[in-house]
């Protein structure tokens, strides 16, 4: 941008703005954005990780969306949807005039492809298979209506997150398990189109003219890798990039006051986790992998749970920015958030007892061994695998640390090929996906390939609320049915949920002076559910002179007095973007 002379006032707040901000940009617009997590693929049949997910939904809407400023179910692909009296059949409208970014029409028939290639192929079923699971037909009856016929009643059909891809490019993919999804530019139909990906470097993206519910206010944006959190943050720090997010505690504060540096701290909707291999099972009922046949007593998991002091792991790893962790949906989503009526004590006294009783007594000071594997250049990880060790080790239970690569550590969980390891999820609003990927479906089949399970939990009495909540449509009765999943989940142990971290994010307030966050009051820029924080994202003193959109945001109110030879204008404030996604 090249200067301009101005008072200017700034105070981070959130508020609705209208009008517009007048300047000059001197070549492309371009949001850089830090990241630290590999991406596992851009195939959005298999991308499984969070940084892999999040930028699938740039490039593909899926069929319905979550609002940006309350998270109510709002429009994508379809603009309408209706169920049959029985809730067995429900109609889907997609509105003629939206485009991919090739110029191709899209219809009814792309939905109807995309669902059916996940009902016919084990491997489109990777990442989404849940959604689906329950799914009789999917039909186009014409170009714009969907019909969708499930075997059951299901609530979650406007909660469906799978990215719609064209048919008119997918139809021709004959290897999904390896396509890479790299022919760029690829065809999409959300904000961003992928222009480039050098993994280990960058991915890059730009802006889709054509997008249906109008262009983003920038020209590029850019996903740039970093070795760990650290590096980003300096990078930030000296105007590298633009905006970083999951920063450790101390990272965070270290940037109070910094010029040019705004910060956001938000009531996440991810959790920390500590997966304990309950011996791992495919589909067939076959163990797999090499996990500690000790963890398979659900007596020794309670003892490792119960010797983890949550409380101060949140005092002294998170700095107070966490919540104590309980059940899988995150204190974010109250309504379906479960607390047991008295929390798991931290005793480990009684986890020394329990051991005992457990036939696992101490021999020469130790019980027996168990790997602890997390992700290198993630400052949880790496500083909680030492309180965990060293909580372990009271008990009798010697733990050896592995920091290993996000592939590697993907690879071990996926193989089952760990004891205890370090993981996370972000929860939808909807807490059907995170409550499927405990289920016995999602177990992998004998060739290893099929759904995306978290900690290979595989339990009769589970499985039975699951299908319960998924039809039913009376909303008490089903919140009341996710309680006591989440509660048969925390009494078996298949995992720890060690926390609820805060989204800590910070970002270049001279470079980008809005960024949509999500809910309105008090929510995140990344991580979303949907794209509002990239797609809204406004520069600062951007040029505009076509409207533009409205909402509730966090960033910087400026007041810019332009002095001219034939006078003072005073810009006006612009709105900016705020609608609904995720």
Known sequence: MRAIALRFTAAVMA???TGSVPAVADGPVTLKVAIVQQIDSMNPFLAVFQSSTEIGRLMYDPLTTYAQDDQRVVEAVAAKWEPSPDKLTWTFTVPGGKKWSDGQPITSRDVAFTYNLMLTNETARTANGSYVANFESVTAPDEQTVVIKTKAPQVTMTALDVPIVPEHKWSSVSDLKNYRNEDFPVVGSGPFILTDHKPGEFIKLKANKDYWRGAPKYDELHFVYFKNSDAAVQALAKGEI?????????????????????RNKARGRRFNELLVNPGAQNKSGQFIGDGNPVLRDVRVRRAIAQSIDLESLVKRVSLGYAEIGTGIVPPVFEKYHWEPARRRAFDPAAARAALDAAGYPLRDGTRFSLRLMGRSGRAYDEQASEYIKTSLADVGIRAEVQLVSDDQLNQATTAATYDLAFSGWGANVDPDFILGLHTCAQRPGPDGTGGTTDSYFCDAEYDALYAQQLSEFDEARRIDLVKRM??????????????????LEAYRGDRFSRFPVQPANGGVIMAQNGVWGYYGAVPALAASSSGGVSGVVIGIAVVAVLVLVSGVLVARRRRVTAEERE
């Open 486 to 503: 989440q509660e048969r989940f925390y009494d078996q142990v298949p995992s720890v949920v060690l926390s609820y971290e805060n989204a």
């Open 242 to 262: 633009d905006l970083v997010n999951r920063m450790a505690p101390a990272q965070f504060d270290s940037l109070q006051g910094k010029e040019g540096v705004e």
């Open 15 to 17: 508020f609705t703005f």
